[in-house]
């Protein structure tokens, strides 16, 4: 019985995209402008502020750990990149720390 919901479901979810996909494109077809023009600049705005301000925050809580590495002799991004990656600090975005990841992680400290 669950099963036979999961497939009604999905093919549900495939007619709603067919559907929503031909109407967007009936109207752009009749010269509608998709999306709100009007504040893009400012949504961009908005949106690489609110990146940097998370970008910041997490080199703020990465301070004393890297510190502490940098004072346990890892004086290369590689070197400091393994002694992140065994300490179990994920990168940004939840991945494992690259030299080059932690040259950026770097640069952004010195404007601290």
Known sequence: MLHLYAALAEKERRLISKRTKA???????AGAALGN???LIHAG???RAALIESADKFVES???IVQAVRSEGAATPRETAQA?????????????W?????ANLLTRLQSF
């Open 23 to 29: 109407a967007l494109a009936a109207k752009k077809v």
């Open 37 to 39: 023009p009007r504040n």
């Open 45 to 47: 705005s908005l949106g």
């Open 62 to 64: 990465l301070v004393p």
């Open 84 to 96: 992140l990656n065994r300490r179990g600090i994920k990168a940004p975005r939840g991945g494992v």
């Open 98 to 102: 690259h030299p080059s990841s932690v």
